[in-house]
């Protein structure tokens, strides 16, 4: 399989690494230029977007990661991931960085801070509606929504109108989902629930499947 790294900064990068080698990706922590440079695909994590964009500075990863998405190099982020990916951010600190090759306005926090976490099931694009799939159940944790994207975003997930999703009606509906070209993004966890489909996708993605 292909070789893709997991951003290991900060966040839960076991738990992608895992996922990686069960999709039947090699996977590897990526801390160095020199390991960046040696990745097919590259996975953000979730964790602190602040605090991983302040360590992207000091382990000298800011540039070449910029570049390598700037060139191709299929990335996944999920949840700080996705915030990291975006091309703007909301309710971020100011002097937060971003990655780009999301073309797209994240906000951060955007569930409400007095509830960390929820869970739905949802239909994800290309995932739950391959094979026998079914819905793929989403982990939420003090989690970003989509806030407007660009037409060259491809939406493969919305939350429901559910009205128990913390938020309520100004959360229902929101984006939660995207691809654009070869970047995929998450506001939820698939790492941690045994679920690989996300993963396996991203796998795809880096073998330059469609
Ligand atoms: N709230 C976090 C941030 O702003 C993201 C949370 C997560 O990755 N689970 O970066």
Redesign the pocket.
């Known amino acids: 399989g292909p070789l893709i790294g997991v951003l290991a900064l900060q966040?839960?990068v076991r738990e992608h690494l895992a996922a990686l080698e069960e999709s039947g990706a090699r996977a590897t922590a990526v801390r160095r230029p020199a390991e960046l440079s040696e990745v097919d695909g590259l996975v953000l994590?979730?964790?602190?977007?602040?605090?991983?964009s302040r360590l992207l500075d000091i382990f000298e990863l800011l540039t070449p990661l910029r570049e390598r998405i700037a060139a191709g190099m299929p990335a996944y982020g999920?949840?700080?991931?996705?915030?990291?990916l975006a091309s703007k951010?909301l309710?971020?600190r100011e002097d937060q960085h971003q990655l780009g090759g999301l073309d797209m306005i994240v906000r951060?926090?955007a569930f409400g801070r007095q509830v960390d976490s929820f869970e739905e099931d949802l239909e994800f694009t290309g995932v739950s509606d391959v094979g026998d799939g079914g819905p793929v159940h989403a982990v939420?944790?003090?989690?970003?929504w989509v806030e407007s994207a660009s037409p060259q975003v491809e939406v493969l997930a919305r939350v429901s109108d559910d009205p128990e999703v913390p938020g309520g009606e100004v959360a229902a509906g929101r984006i939660v989902a995207v691809r654009q070209g070869s970047v995929l993004a998450t506001a939820f966890?698939p790492e941690l629930t045994g679920d690989t489909r996300v993963h396996r996708l991203f796998v795809e993605m880096v073998e330059g499947k469609p």
Do not use: K, Q, Y
């Open positions: 966040g839960d994590p979730g964790g602190e977007s602040t605090t991983m999920s949840c700080a991931g996705m915030i990291l951010v309710d971020g951060r926090n939420f944790i003090r989690a970003p966890h």
